[in-house]
């Protein structure tokens, strides 16, 4: 069946470095993908959101990068704050009504 | 302030007694879904509603109701709770429906004991 997944569960990064963090999906089809922030007692916060029509999309610090080919999405943290810690989730458009989540990467920033 | 809100937030109750969790958005999106989050198993959709009156299942909808009867609010409805159900439920909404960001709310945690 259709899949989103992160490769990584958790992630340690220092203060002031950059973060990548990185999902794989399985539905060729989808077209619209997106990246959430969740903090804790929070619901998740949008963050970036790209489709499929393009390859790389930039924001407030945070870059998304999508590989079609292969399938591949990642979010590219510049220069980690503590306020970056966070559960991260990526999530596809797995029909038109419907988005489907990643199990969430935990990034944790040291000082 | 643009919010999607979720009550109660926190609930803690015995199997088979009937609970509501509501769910209101202010922002006057079409498209309003429930989410539950597990551990290790990421948010997985309940169930969804692409405008008013018209609702329609998710991933795991199964012991599970809502109804869409105004555009800015959305109840979940567990008619008879069981502890498998003891989870924390958002409710999110968005102008259209998968090919749009959702906006969630802050979560409801609910024991079933």
């Known amino acids: 069946g259709e899949s989103v997944g992160l490769h990584l569960p958790t992630l340690s990064v220092q203060e002031g470095d950059n973060s990548i963090i990185n999902c794989a999906y399985s539905?060729?089809?989808?077209?619209?993908f997106i990246w959430y922030k969740q903090e804790s007692g929070k619901g998740p916060q949008f963050i970036i959101d790209i489709r499929s029509n393009m390859d790389k999309r930039q924001g407030q610090r945070v870059t998304v990068l999508l590989n079609k080919t292969v399938k591949h999405l990642s979010l590219q943290i510049a220069a980690t704050q503590p306020g970056d810690s966070a559960v991260y989730f990526c999530a596809e458009n797995s029909n038109d009504y419907k988005l489907s989540f990643g199990a969430g990467t935990t990034v944790t920033v040291r000082a | 302030e643009a919010q999607v809100t979720q009550n109660p937030r926190y609930l803690i109750t015995v199997t088979g007694k009937k609970l509501t969790v509501t769910c209101s958005q202010n922002m006057n999106h079409e498209y309003m879904s429930w989410y539950r989050q597990d551990p290790g198993l990421g948010l997985r959709q309940i169930y969804y509603s692409m405008n008013v009156e018209v609702t329609d299942k998710g991933d795991v909808p199964e012991g599970y109701k809502v109804s869409r009867k105004e555009k800015r609010n959305f109840p979940l409805i567990l008619e008879s709770p069981s502890p498998n159900q003891t989870s924390l439920y958002f409710c999110?909404?968005?102008?259209?429906?998968?090919?749009?960001?959702?906006?969630f709310g802050d979560g409801t945690r609910l024991s079933i004991l």
């Open positions: 539905n060729s089809a989808s077209d619209y």
């Open positions: 999110a909404s968005s102008l259209g429906g998968g090919d749009q960001p959702q906006h």
